[in-house]
């Protein structure tokens, strides 16, 4: 079983569409968790990071984290086909350890 | 930008050989982390450099080496090349200097090493 997964999609939304990517990860050890937004042939993004569970917004990002029940959620409002790219959910131990990603997303947003 | 740059952007090698990859991070980051990203899968941690020293390091083979050097910047070392080690090559920089918010850390675009 992968530590963190992710469901590979693809996943095509109209524009303006309310867009929600998920996440499972298995170790309760997890402290940190992450969403990165990777463009073809790009290096990763950071979009959100949060510190163990409950909610972040910034824009028209909201991340939330459920410990409880190991899940990670990303949700985009009013998406733009600027937003169209791979996600990738990650998890790390502590601040300064290996990150470790789930397989990401691909996510197309139609105009 | 991330202010994390790699070189070369493209590489290719053939079986056997071997590569150098250089990452050069960001200003005042003093940590360099190094990750394989393969084709439709997230990037893999290969290993960990801080203050010149390896700080972790990942399910990969010891044909797998790195560096860092005074100024931060650091290196990738892969000997005896095996087609699957055609992949994307991140390096990452971070600043272990305390506080969540700042070891954070930043991906450069990445090489993206061919084997034939």
């Known amino acids: 079983q992968k530590e963190v997964e992710q469901d590979p999609g693809p996943l095509s939304v109209p524009e303006g569409a309310i867009v929600s990517l998920n996440c499972t990860y298995s170790?309760?050890?997890?402290?940190?968790f992450m969403w990165y937004r990777q463009y073809s042939r790009k290096g990763p993004e950071l979009l959100m990071y949060?510190?163990?569970?409950g909610n972040k917004e910034d824009g028209r990002f909201t991340a939330q984290v459920d410990k409880s029940s190991k899940y990670i959620s990303l949700f985009i409002r009013d998406s733009q086909p600027s937003d169209s790219a791979t996600y990738l959910c990650?998890?790390?131990?502590?601040?300064?350890?290996?990150?470790?990603f789930g397989s990401g997303t691909r996510l197309s947003i139609r105009p | 930008e991330t202010g994390v740059t790699q070189s070369p952007t493209h590489l290719i090698k053939t079986r056997g050989q071997q590569v150098t990859l250089r990452c050069s991070s960001q200003?005042?980051?003093?940590?360099v982390s190094w990750y394989q990203q393969a084709l439709g899968q997230g990037p893999q941690f290969i290993f960990q450099?801080?203050?010149?020293?390896?700080?972790g390091r990942g399910n990969f083979p010891p044909r797998f080496s790195g560096l860092q050097f005074p100024n931060y910047s650091s290196e990738l070392n892969v000997n005896a090349l095996e087609l699957d080690d055609s992949a994307l090559y991140l390096c990452?920089?971070?600043?272990?200097?305390?506080?969540?918010?700042?070891?954070?850390?930043?991906f450069g675009a990445g090489t993206r090493l061919s084997v034939l």
């Open positions: 990650a998890s790390a131990y502590s601040s300064a350890s290996k990150i470790i």
């Open positions: 450099y801080y203050r010149e020293e390896e700080n």
């Open positions: 200003s005042g980051h003093n940590t």
């Open positions: 949060t510190y163990s569970s």
């Open positions: 990452a920089s971070s600043s272990a200097t305390g506080g969540r918010a700042k070891n954070i850390q930043y």
């Open positions: 170790n309760s050890a997890f402290q940190y």
